[in-house]
């Protein structure tokens, strides 16, 4: 019976609700044909904008030169993992304050942002005098991580910014 209440309610707002749609059309002396025309041409136009973003989306990004999508995959278990990256950058590379820079916007505090320039930056680290927080980035994160290992996280950095 409860159920048979709140289903008549839902059915009288809904029919509320369009009849007041169909009224404003008519009470305001214009052409219901005429009227629905750009709201129609309105709703196809947002799939059609919606499928060439997702087009750019999907569109192959041209990676740096030696880099491949392999690295980037290893590159990112690296960054969360033994590498230690998201300790001070994030776990999704936003940076964290007064600790560690952003890595997904266009501003490099150091470098370009090329992938080269990554690499270089986390080989030889940052001193505390050029860090903007005052906290030093040790070469290779101040872990053990192998040089490979070092290309593939920076392939993965240099991801997070494009």
């Given at each position: 019976?409860?159920?048979?209440?709140?289903?008549?309610?839902?059915?009288?707002?809904?029919?509320?609700?369009?009849s007041?749609?169909?009224?404003?059309?008519?009470?305001?002396?214009?052409?219901?044909?005429?009227?629905?025309?750009?709201?129609?041409?309105?709703?196809?136009?947002?799939?059609?904008?919606?499928?060439?973003?997702?087009?750019?989306?999907?569109?192959?990004?041209?990676?740096?030169?030696?880099?491949?999508?392999?690295?980037?995959?290893?590159?990112?278990?690296?960054?969360?993992?033994?590498?230690?990256?998201?300790?001070?950058?994030?776990?999704?590379?936003?940076?964290?304050?007064?600790l560690?820079?952003?890595?997904?916007?266009?501003?490099?505090?150091?470098?370009?942002?090329?992938?080269?320039?990554?690499?270089?930056?986390?080989?030889?680290?940052?001193?505390?005098?050029?860090?903007?927080?005052?906290?030093?980035?040790?070469?290779?994160?101040?872990?053990?991580?192998?040089?490979?290992?070092?290309?593939?996280?920076?392939?993965?950095?240099?991801?997070?910014s494009?």
């Amino acid at each position: 019976m409860e159920k048979n209440i709140w289903r008549l309610m839902l059915v009288a707002l809904v029919a509320v609700g369009l009849s007041a749609c169909s009224g404003d059309a008519n009470a305001n002396g214009g052409d219901e044909a005429a009227d629905a025309a750009p709201a129609q041409a309105e709703v196809t136009a947002a799939p059609e904008a919606e499928m060439e973003m997702a087009e750019a989306d999907a569109m192959p990004q041209e990676l740096p030169e030696g880099v491949t999508e392999a690295m980037i995959e290893e590159g990112k278990g690296i960054y969360s993992g033994a590498g230690i990256c998201m300790s001070c950058h994030g776990p999704a590379g936003e940076g964290i304050p007064n600790l560690g820079a952003n890595l997904v916007d266009d501003e490099w505090i150091h470098i370009d942002g090329s992938y080269e320039q990554i690499v270089e930056n986390i080989m030889s680290g940052v001193t505390a005098q050029e860090s903007s927080s005052g906290v030093p980035m040790p070469a290779k994160g101040g872990t053990a991580i192998t040089d490979d290992q070092v290309k593939a996280v920076a392939a993965y950095v240099w991801t997070l910014s494009q």
